[in-house]
């Protein structure tokens, strides 16, 4: 079945550090979006990726969705605390509305 | 505030008991979707509704039995539950159709122990 890994899985960075998390799907995919979870919260939308290889960005966030349409990453530059959360990443297949999650990395942003 | 509610925000009930969560939107939006969150599964889609009509039934269970009975509404009936089942029921919300990203709005969950 279709399937969405994320890694890491947890990081842990100093403040003012970069951090980076990758997508991967067993198979193409139609398009991919990027939530945040603040802990305690539920997810917010960040992105929505469509073409293969696009680039968008959004102040210290960089988001790029693989040539092949099976990867995606995510970096910020220079993290601060209030970048802490869960990022996740969600595969839409073509044809469905229906969008499969990927494990999620947990940031820790230490001050 | 997304748009998107969900009533109760938590909930305990035992294995033979019968329960509803609820969802409401008030976006719009044509498409409504459960998720459960758990740490050992995080994000799992359930169940997918548009224009009223169920799409997607990710394999679950039918102790779980979801209803929509308009695109602003979707309930999840509970009945006899397991503990493995205790996890946090989002309700999403998006409009495939309107032009631009197809984001999901999240509610802030239903919190659910089953003992």
């Known amino acids: 079945g279709q399937q969405v890994m994320q890694i890491p899985q947890y990081q842990h960075v100093q403040e003012g550090e970069d951090f980076t998390t990758y997508c991967n799907s067993s198979?193409?995919?139609?398009?991919i979006q990027w939530y945040k979870q603040r802990p305690g919260g539920h997810p917010v939308f960040l992105i929505q990726?469509?073409?293969?290889?696009e680039v968008k960005k959004q102040k210290r966030l960089t988001f790029q969705f693989g040539e092949a349409k099976k990867n995606s990453s995510l970096h910020i530059t220079a993290t601060q605390t209030t970048d802490v959360g869960t990022y996740f990443c969600?595969?839409?297949?073509?044809?469905?509305?229906?969008?499969?999650f990927g494990t999620g990395t947990r940031l820790k942003v230490l001050a | 505030e997304t748009g998107v509610t969900q009533t109760p925000r938590h909930l305990v009930m035992g294995m033979t008991n019968k329960k509803s969560l609820k969802c409401e939107q008030h976006?719009?939006?044509?498409?409504m979707y459960w998720y459960k969150q758990s740490a050992k599964k995080p994000l799992e889609l359930m169940f997918v509704?548009?224009?009223?009509?169920?799409?997607e039934n990710n394999s679950v269970p039918s102790r779980f039995s979801p209803e929509c009975p308009n695109s602003s509404h979707l309930f999840l009936h509970l009945h006899t539950l397991q503990p493995e089942d205790s996890a946090l029921y989002l309700c999403?919300?998006?409009?495939?159709?309107?032009?631009?990203?197809?984001?999901?709005?999240f509610g802030p969950g239903t919190r659910l122990t089953v003992l």
């Open positions: 999403a919300s998006s409009h495939p159709l309107r032009g631009g990203n197809n984001e999901q709005f």
């Open positions: 198979t193409t995919l139609s398009n």
């Open positions: 990726l469509v073409k293969s290889g």
């Open positions: 969600a595969g839409s297949y073509s044809g469905t509305y229906k969008y499969i």
């Open positions: 976006l719009g939006h044509n498409a």
């Open positions: 509704y548009n224009f009223k009509e169920q799409t």
